[in-house]
Each structure stands twice: as C-alpha cells, then as structure tokens.
C-alpha cells in the first residue's frame, strides 16, 4: 500500500525542483536549456515557442499550477494503485 499523501508530497516536490531547474538553466545556460528542453519532444524546436521575456508572476503561477497539479494527480495515482492492488 502507498501512503497517498506522502506519494502525492514527492511527486509535487520532485515537479517543483525539475521546473526550477529548467527556469535556472533557461536563465543562467540558454542554449543547454534549449537543447534538454527540445531533447523531451524527439529535437522539435518547441523551445522556440516559449515566450521570450517572462514576468515574476507569470513564473510563478506556472510553477504554482504545475506543483498543485502534481500533487493532485500523485494522491489519485496512489490511490488508484491502492485500490488496484487490494483485489489480487
């Protein structure tokens, strides 16, 4: 059995740090950003379709959304595979 809530904990935190990392690359490597960030989608360039300059806020309610829905979808992942494996 997994612990919901603690899953849905590390599958947040683990988003939160990836996105951080991605931002602090973007900002401080822009090019190994660009080249990791296209290497997700098979070497399409989407990272060109990325605004260039965005705001604080803008930053932040993406890694706000992005953590919130990690977690929502850890604690139904759990809790799917809680109630799956009750019935072998």
Do not use: C, H
């Not at 951080?20 to 290497?39: E, R």
């Amino acid at each position: 059995m997994l612990n919901e809530k603690a899953f849905a904990n590390a599958l947040a935190i683990l988003t939160g740090a990836v996105y951080l990392v991605f931002y602090i690359l973007g900002l401080s490597a822009p090019n190994t950003f660009k080249a990791l960030f296209n290497a997700q989608f098979l070497g399409a360039d989407v990272a060109s379709l990325l605004p260039k300059d965005a705001s604080l806020g803008s930053v932040f309610g993406v890694f706000v959304t992005l953590v919130v829905t990690a977690w929502l979808m850890g604690f139904v992942w759990a809790l799917l595979y809680n109630r799956f494996s009750e019935k072998r």
